[in-house]
């Protein structure tokens, strides 16, 4: 069986080419706005299963969480460094997903990324990659539930991956994340991780 690889080329079929299409042709659409956004730097994949094959993937994310969010329990945004773990069915595109994240701000040293913690967390819920391993079309989305250290009650939230993906002949190798408002747009310097383009994660609450 033959598997999407996640982080190079999409799997275009006419379905993949067509909602692209689509979504340039309709132009601008109401979109939410993120309450944070988180940014792929590692992964570690294996394939496990052989009559149902699965998709087992562990993370580290970081990126930033607006000011007053559930992620942010502070009056200026914040950091957050992740790190997820999947199991998804390639027969489906569906699984489970769950982690832990760390709240963290600058500690006094302006030059590195922040590190002084505080506020810790865990997240877990359903995802649906359907859209990208049955179709090839570069995003998934998941629904979930967090829950913030000395805070009661859990937090549901939704959130959608954007996989960076290359259109097929394009010469210049231009690395795009699809948007439900535009179509697509470039990835951008920041946006990448010691060059390599990253999985984008959005989260609203």
């Not at 999409?10 to 979504?23: I, P, Q, R, Y």
């Not at 200026?76 to 489906?92: F, P, Q, R, Y």
């Not at 998941?142 to 954007?162: A, N, Q, W």
Request: aromatic share 10%.
């Amino acid at each position: 069986m033959k598997t999407l690889n996640w982080k190079s080329t999409v799997m275009w079929t006419t379905l993949s080419l067509l909602f692209l299409l689509l979504a340039l042709l309709v132009g601008p659409a109401p979109t939410l706005a993120a309450d944070a956004t988180l940014y792929e730097l590692t992964e570690n994949m294996k394939l496990a299963g052989k009559q149902v094959p699965h998709r087992r993937a562990t993370s580290e994310l970081m990126g930033t969480a607006k000011a007053g969010t559930p992620l942010c329990p502070l009056p200026v945004d914040c950091t957050i460094n992740a790190t997820g773990s999947d199991n998804i069915s390639l027969a489906t595109g569906l699984g489970n997903f769950g982690g832990t994240f760390t709240v963290v701000v600058q500690d006094g040293m302006s030059v590195d990324s922040p590190e002084y913690v505080v506020a810790n967390g865990k997240f877990k819920g359903k995802m649906d990659f359907s859209p990208a391993i049955l179709g090839g079309v570069p995003y998934g989305t998941v629904v979930g539930k967090m829950v913030l250290d000395g805070v009661r009650g859990h937090v549901p939230f939704t959130g959608t991956f954007f996989l960076p993906f290359t259109f097929p002949g394009d010469s210049s190798g231009t690395e795009y994340y699809l948007d439900f408002t535009y179509g697509a747009v470039p990835v951008a310097d920041n946006q990448r991780a010691l060059g390599y383009a990253t999985v984008k994660f959005e989260i609203q609450f």
